[in-house]
């Protein structure tokens, strides 16, 4: 009795914070006691992943959907704006080449994106894999879907979206070697003459984007 209670409070306190995340409300509701029990408490086994903000834990929701859980680490200056940038930019996409948010969990205390979960991996392990190796076409798709994500952000997205730090370890692939482009927790949004960087973290030596300098 007491844990239907306490998913039933859950739910009221996702639906009240869902209000401050326009474009998430076709969204499914993720409690934080469904993220605890997708990824077995955050264990380091289902870890996947680690970042300047936060860590990724590989998690499979109530109804069996496998999903990637982006836990924000909020003792870190800048995690919350991270939250705030990566929703901002992905919130509204609709393109096959971009990660896609299933949902966020978000309280004073706890943020998370729960996000489409890529079971190849990065870009970055398959080129310095001694095992797995790209073929010549799979390189020119990648790249082709690298580029139609980066123009479909800087002209078709309802706001101009530079992404400031695209990497190989940001570039995420599916089954079928799709490469999707994630992590956008550093992104400069352009709002007409306006520009809001949401992270003070200025992106990855040798990547970063000259935009942010």
């Known amino acids: 009795m007491f844990a239907f209670a306490q998913e039933l409070f859950d739910e009221m306190i996702v639906r009240e914070y869902y209000g401050d995340f326009p474009g998430l409300n076709d969204h499914r509701l993720i409690s934080y006691h469904e993220l605890v029990r ?47 940038s990566e929703y901002q930019a992905l919130c509204v996409v609709r393109h096959r080449n971009l990660i896609k948010i299933i949902s966020i969990c978000s309280s004073p205390d706890f943020k998370a994106l729960v996000l489409q979960f890529m079971p190849k991996g990065n870009l970055d392990q398959l080129l310095y894999s001694d095992t797995r190796h790209l073929s010549l076409l799979q390189i020119l798709n990648i790249m082709v879907d690298v580029s139609l994500a980066l123009e479909y952000l800087h002209h078709h997205h309802p706001h101009t979206v530079l992404h400031c730090d695209l990497k190989p370890s940001n570039v995420l692939l599916d089954e079928e070697m799709t490469a999707h482009v994630s992590d956008f927790g550093i992104a400069k949004l352009l709002l007409g003459s306006m520009s809001v960087v949401s992270a003070s973290t200025p992106g990855t030596i040798g990547y970063i984007a000259p935009v942010a300098c």
Do not use: M, Q
């Open 38 to 84: 997708a990824t077995d408490n955050f264990n380091k086994v289902n870890l996947i992943g680690k970042g300047s903000f936060g860590s990724v834990y590989r998690g499979c929701l109530d109804d069996g959907l496998i999903v990637a859980v982006k836990v924000l680490n909020l003792e870190v200056e800048g995690a919350s704006n991270s939250f705030e």
